[in-house]
């Protein structure tokens, strides 16, 4: 059974930075590329960042681009996101996803994604 978890998210202020992980198991994970969305209330869920199997090239939504940046660790199967300057704007539900489309083809779409987490909450105050 595949299964993403996220994990820490919460509360900060403007400014302030935050450090998301994303555990899987019941894969390979060097098998997938994976990606980072957010969906805030009332809105769309929002591509973020994506990183190809081996982790050297990545992609940036530009809501983000300069601020963000995504890893992986392919001996733990996790992956990272390192937010900084943080904004009220990125206040969403954050969610991990894994895609087996080929590097040439990232980030994709959402439908490129086969596998999600539950999603962690990030809230940044003004």
């Known amino acids: 059974q595949v299964e993403l978890v996220e994990s820490g998210g919460g509360l900060v202020h403007s400014g302030g930075s935050l450090s998301l992980s994303c555990t899987t198991s019941?894969?390979?994970?060097?098998?997938?590329?994976m990606g980072w969305f957010r969906q805030a209330p009332g809105k769309e869920r929002e591509f973020i960042a994506a990183?190809?199997?081996?982790?050297?090239?990545?992609f940036y939504g530009d809501p983000v681009k300069g601020r963000f940046t995504i890893s992986r660790d392919n001996g733990k199967n996790t992956v990272y996101l390192r937010m900084n300057s943080l904004e009220p704007e990125d206040t969403a539900v954050y969610y991990c996803?894994?895609?087996?489309?080929?590097?040439?083809?990232?980030?994709?779409?959402?439908?490129?994604?086969?596998?999600w987490g539950r999603g962690t909450q990030v809230t940044v105050s003004s």
């Open positions: 019941g894969l390979t994970f060097t098998s997938y590329a």
């Open positions: 990183l190809n199997r081996n982790g050297a090239t990545t």
């Open positions: 996803a894994a895609t087996m489309i080929l590097s040439g083809s990232l980030p994709g779409t959402i439908d490129d994604y086969a596998y």
